[in-house]
């Protein structure tokens, strides 16, 4: 096959790099120091099956069994526990459903977490199999399995041009100038304007800030063996984090493409709902951070060749699914430029496809 340039060092990248390099020559292009440095860099590092929209839900099934089988596995057993207050019956009532919960009794819940607050959390549901994913043993071995097969990684490596001739990409970099025939766009929240870059439209590909603050475990607690927790409406989540608690206000505020950090206001505001819960008031933020996910229109991926210029393939639009999703994402990229057929759905294909916002 012919060669391939990949620009964007994430999980959607370096695993298309990995899953590509059996079959061609593979450049991969990062503008960053490291590979994983923005939005995969900063993910809550979860695997829940049945989150995302259903065509989303579909690449998470198909990336199950490497997630959990290969090289060893990267899944860890969490659990979810999700919670509601008394008003919130009706909302509990659909996204326990949603998710496969089972609803248990708060006293169970907190033989969970104890720290939950019998006075506000009047609902709960829990599922055993949702897990954490060691997001970086997964990126490393997509790395591992590129550079095994010949791929060329460059960090520090930021795109200032692009243009196409003779069937082939001049791609200009702060390290020099690379040469391909085909143009992986896996660029995350740059996406769109790489696309302008090479001349294409833009898909609309927005994205969109989350913060994160990790503070320290509740007194007297181990919650090493808590599981993912979750208020409805995504009003915040927390989950464990080296011997600390991660939590996120689950914003979404749309942005434009940038190193994004967290917005204390925010923070504040997510914090304050999620003491509203427990019974151990936040007493410092050890740490704070943000990522931005980005989102198609529609919420699905978008992966396959350009519909003005088959030279140039979209991989993007991960939001938060990029982990869950990199395994058939990447694999469906492969299938497509070698011109194989695919395990997934024709449905899911054409869910997928630039071509739908022709």
């Not at 099934?61 to 089988?69: G, H, M, V």
């Not at 550079?147 to 069937?167: C, D, P």
């Not at 599981?227 to 991660?246: H, N, R, S």
Request: hydrophobic letters at 40%; glycine letters at 8%.
């Amino acid at each position: 096959m012919t060669d391939i340039a990949i620009i964007g060092g994430g999980i959607a990248g370096i695993s298309a790099a990995a899953r590509l390099s059996h079959h061609a020559s593979v450049t991969l292009l990062e503008g960053e120091d490291r590979l994983g440095y923005h939005a995969s860099g900063r993910s809550a590092a979860a695997f829940v099956e049945d989150y995302g929209n259903p065509v989303v839900r579909s690449l998470n099934s198909a990336s199950a069994a490497y997630l959990r089988n290969e090289n060893g596995g990267v899944l860890s057993a969490r659990g979810m526990l999700l919670v509601a207050k008394a008003g919130d019956k009706d909302l509990f009532e659909r996204e326990h459903r949603e998710f496969g919960l089972s609803a248990i009794s708060v006293n169970e819940a907190r033989h969970k977490i104890p720290i939950l607050d019998p006075e506000t959390v009047q609902y709960a549901g829990f599922r055993e199999d949702i897990y954490d994913i060691d997001t970086d043993i997964l990126l490393q071995n997509f790395r591992r399995e590129a550079l095994k097969n010949g791929a060329e990684i460059n960090t520090k490596s930021q795109v200032t041009a692009l243009s196409y001739g003779n069937k082939r990409w001049t791609i200009t970099t702060s390290i020099g100038v690379f040469s391909a025939s085909i143009l992986v766009n896996a660029a995350g929240a740059w996406a769109d304007p790489l696309a302008q870059m090479a001349g294409l439209d833009p898909l609309g590909v927005t994205p969109y800030r989350r913060s994160m603050a990790r503070i320290p475990a509740p007194a007297g607690h181990d919650v090493s063996r808590w599981p993912f927790m979750d208020e409805v409406g995504e009003a915040w989540y927390a989950k464990p984090d080296a011997g600390q608690l991660i939590v996120s206000p689950c914003e979404e505020h749309a942005t434009h493409p940038h190193d994004a950090w967290a917005d204390d206001m925010i923070l504040a505001e997510g914090l304050a709902r999620y003491e509203q819960m427990v019974t151990a008031p936040v007493a410092r933020i050890t740490a704070n951070w943000a990522g931005l996910r980005s989102f198609a229109p529609d919420r699905a991926l978008v992966i396959g060749r350009a519909t003005q210029q088959p030279a140039f393939f979209w991989l993007v639009g991960q939001g938060g699914y990029g982990f869950q999703t990199c395994v058939a994402a990447s694999q469906l990229t492969t299938d497509l430029i070698a011109g194989r057929p695919s395990e997934l759905t024709t449905q899911t294909r054409d869910a997928l496809s630039p071509d739908r916002f022709s």
